[in-house]
């Protein structure tokens, strides 16, 4: 098997046979990119209302459903009238700490069982029986970290309380955000993703950040294109004029 | 060294592509499909000349630097609790898989599409220690289940209509009579995979890009798949080519916005995963072990080699979709793992010029690949060079070689050149119907095999010349 040394020399052997390349640099990187992103959030809170607008067109142009709420009290009920459409009994969700909201007394009053997703470490078998809640569940809630406007992308980063799969084994899923996820374009993304990774990344951190554009979709069978192929079969987003609440 | 696919010569394989009237028309309505949207994302898209710049910039970079950006994406990996596997040739990238395979006592291994796991041809190998790999992509799933190839880099199975799915599925998976209805048979796909995706021990993805100073590997997809095989098994591995790895986040973003509308005309595809090592404590679903592989077979080789540009490749398919060569014969006369005009290079890349020697001719160097292409890899000059090296190779039939040395002695002095214009004239009479030199004899026949030649006109331009 071949070393990290080996493999190391042998690039570096070809690369010193190459004399006169034309100079390029790789993108520019933001210096402080914390202190950038802040001011870039600044900006962004002066014009959120063209930035919403161009992401529910641009999210009903990719087969979201786009609903908008005054106040996070108001969650609850939308998300009752989508589970209520689609006969969803069962509905997993983000811990309210992550999702800004409660909605699980609410949603059950209404029949509908929620469950929700713990924060801390839980033993093996605990994991196993809430993969299969989650595999089982109508609905999957969750909140999101970015809604980008440019390509009508939720951007999620995963860790304990927020599953990856809440957003990808339910045939559902719905995300709800407020202003303060808003972004205009990819390029801003990669500032936020410059932003994460500076310094010591928070301990709960987790190991994937998810780029959602719409539903799950295929055209392998002569280019039809057909959704739910292996994640959800339908994106709603919820966004909350009035604010989720953040308790970090 | 990667094996060829097939023993058959191109001319076989291109002309049983010819005369496949199903293969032609789903090739004709993809690639027209394809064209289209992509041309119409770019046009919507007004900074994508300049990203496309951008983005052509950053893989050059990268690449004057590839060894520092590897040592950083290495050291990043390890400290975020994966393991970097380092494999020169294909069949070490296997051997690396098949231990941790062996050692985690793996059943069944769910894979993401993933073309360097088709070039290094690890499902055979998985195949052979007891290992079940299944494709989780649904068309290489069809294609899996077909005991077929891909034959294109993102469509893998356009060759295939959905009568021809439905039979597929109704044979192979035991479910009579099911319609040739793709919303059905997606469902279907869906049931079969769902249950694999959650039993199976191990995950095996690509990588789209690797971010070398977050230590992430992106995979791209848009059925969901890469998420699934990298956060329901305990173990993953990525495989992936050493040109993947890119600087830094906010190259990623460059990159992203062109990908998908070059690829599928999308903005985005519906899923981009960024995978940083194994679960972390609290999370309640991701691996418990994370293994990357850095792949050489022959890439190193061509850092300072002609076929350094195709290093760029991002594997969009877009140079495919506007091949006039692709469009009439299909992925699988090409005959190796990579087809289209990319797939020329990279198969001289991973097998050694003597591969392609009649590949190389199969191009009309027309340029519209180089056109397509997101980072503008300029695949036609690559193509001459390759030609080029398979004629001083003496990889090229001696008769070729012979006639176009000559033919060069020619074009380099006048007074043969006008000498031999004359000897043509005579020479050709006895071969000219209706203006056209449709046959040669001897080895000449090669030749007007598959094209006319025009004959030596009554009076050449230079003779005209005189004349004025």
Known sequence: MTSKAEFLARIRTEMAKTPGLFTASPAERPAQPGRRLEVLRRELSERWPQTLERFRLEFERVAGVFHRVATAAEVPAALERICSERAAQRLVAWPAEELGVTIAPALGAAGIAVESMPRGVVPEHERIRLREVIASADLGVTGADLAVAETATLVLVSAAGRPRSTSLLPPCHVAVFDREALVESLEQVGLALEAWHEGTPPPERGAVINFITGPSRTADIELTLTRGVHGPKEIHAIFVDGGLSRHG | ?468
């Open chain 2, 1 to 468: 060294m990667t094996e060829p696919i097939v023993s058959t010569p191109l001319r076989e394989r291109a002309t049983r592509a010819l005369g496949d009237r199903l293969l032609h028309e789903a090739l004709d309505i993809a690639t027209t499909r394809f064209i289209a949207l992509r041309r119409d994302a770019f046009a919507d898209f007004p900074e994508g000349e300049q990203l496309r710049d951008r983005a052509r910039a950053i893989k050059e970079a990268t690449l004057q630097r590839l060894d520092a950006h590897l040592e950083t994406l290495v050291a990043n990996v390890e400290r975020l609790g994966g393991h970097v596997h380092f494999a020169a040739t294909a069949e070490e990238a296997r051997e690396v898989i098949l231990d941790i395979a062996r050692r985690t006592g793996a059943r069944m291994a769910v894979k993401s599409k993933s073309m360097a796991t088709e070039e290094i041809h690890l499902n055979d190998a998985l195949q052979a220690i007891g290992v079940t790999p299944v494709e989780t992509d649904l068309g290489e799933y069809i294609i899996q289940l077909a005991h077929e190839r891909p034959s294109h880099i993102i469509a893998p199975a356009i060759h295939k209509t959905k009568g021809q799915v439905a039979e597929l599925f109704s044979r192979e998976l035991k479910r009579p009579g099911l319609p040739a209805d793709p919303e059905v048979l997606t469902k279907i796909a869906r049931e079969e995979l769902r249950e694999k995706f959650l039993t199976a021990d191990l995950g095996i993805t690509g990588a789209n890009f690797a971010v070398a100073d977050t230590g992430t590997v992106v995979l791209v997809t848009n059925e969901g798949n890469g998420r699934m095989v990298t956060s329901l098994p305990r173990v993953h591995v990525a495989v992936m080519g050493v040109e993947k790895v890119i600087p830094s986040m906010t190259d990623l973003a460059v990159f992203l916005a062109i990908l998908a509308k070059s690829a599928t005309g999308q903005k985005l595809s519906v899923y981009t995963t960024l995978v940083q090592g194994p679960r972390r404590p609290g999370e309640l679903e991701g691996p418990d072990e994370f293994h990357l592989v850095l792949l050489d077979n022959g890439r190193i080789a061509q850092i300072a080699g002609t076929l350094r540009e195709s290093l760029y490749c991002l594997r969009c398919g877009a140079c495919l979709n506007v091949c006039p060569v692709y469009r009439q014969i299909g992925g699988h006369a090409y005959g190796y793992t990579y087809p289209g005009p990319i797939g020329i290079l990279l198969t001289a890349m991973l097998n050694g010029p003597r591969s392609v020697k009649d590949l190389a001719h199969a191009s009309s160097l027309c340029g519209a690949c180089a056109d397509a292409c997101p980072v503008r890899i300029d695949i036609p000059r690559m193509l001459i060079e390759l030609r080029r090296e398979v004629d001083e190779r003496k990889i090229a039939p001696w008769s070729e070689r012979v006639v176009f040395k000559a033919f060069a002695r020619l074009l380099r002095s006048p007074a043969l050149y006008r000498l031999s214009a004359r000897i043509g004239r005579a020479l050709q009479r006895p071969f000219v119907r209706d203006g056209r030199i449709r046959t040669l004899p001897l080895v000449f026949g090669q030749w007007t095999r598959t094209r006319d030649l025009p004959p030596v006109a009554a009076r050449t331009f230079q003779e005209r010349w005189r004349d004025l």
